[in-house]
């Protein structure tokens, strides 16, 4: 079932993002970069670059030789594009392929990459995802950049340690009614 985007966004401020967009089905990917955009804006990023690649399968390697960027690299990196399926199994082949090597880089260089490269069936699923100020999945990019970007830097700050959570009982707690436990969050 297709999701409504949320309304609000996380309470980021500054970091450095980079937006990888493809050209090909540019009335459906320019409509998620400007959706997106538009909210990192309003999150009051430090800044945005824009990098245009022909189509989704030079995605990976834009975002490989970005990851790369040393000192004061990025904080995450959004990948948007739209692949429409066809009569051959092309699509599929890219799909996957752009899908894999997002993956790997973000595992090697730990930075969040924000996959939204989107094998659509036809024209109708793109235009309700990509142009629908409701569904625009450019929002969705958005939020999960500024939330991953959040995370990441709580995690290089080091856990804090919490010896009561509102609501929350570990298993251990629960049974034993310890209060002395304590619970390590990130």
Not at 64 to 93: M, N
Not at 126 to 134: H, M, N
């Amino acid at each position: 079932m297709l999701r409504k985007n949320r309304s609000g966004f996380s309470q980021q401020r500054g970091g450095r993002f980079a937006i990888v967009a493809s050209e090909f089905n540019g009335r459906y990917v320019n409509s998620m970069l400007k959706a997106a955009t538009r909210l990192l804006e309003k999150a009051r990023v430090d800044a945005i670059d824009i990098y245009r690649v022909p189509g989704a399968f030079e995605i990976p390697v834009v975002a490989a030789k970005l990851c790369e960027k040393k000192p004061g690299g990025y904080s995450a990196i959004l990948c948007l594009g739209v692949v429409l399926r066809g009569e051959t199994t092309h699509a599929q082949h890219i799909g996957e392929s752009v899908s894999l090597t997002l993956a790997q880089l973000q595992a090697v260089h730990k930075i969040p990459i924000i996959h939204g490269v989107y094998l659509f069936e036809n024209h109708e699923q793109a235009r309700v995802r990509c142009l629908d100020p409701d569904h625009n999945r450019g929002i969705e990019l958005a939020q999960t950049a500024l939330a991953m970007t959040d995370l990441m830097a709580r995690i290089d700050a080091g856990p804090r340690v919490c010896s009561h959570l509102s609501g929350h009982r570990t298993p251990e707690r629960s049974r034993r009614g310890d209060p002395s436990r304590t619970i390590t969050i990130a």
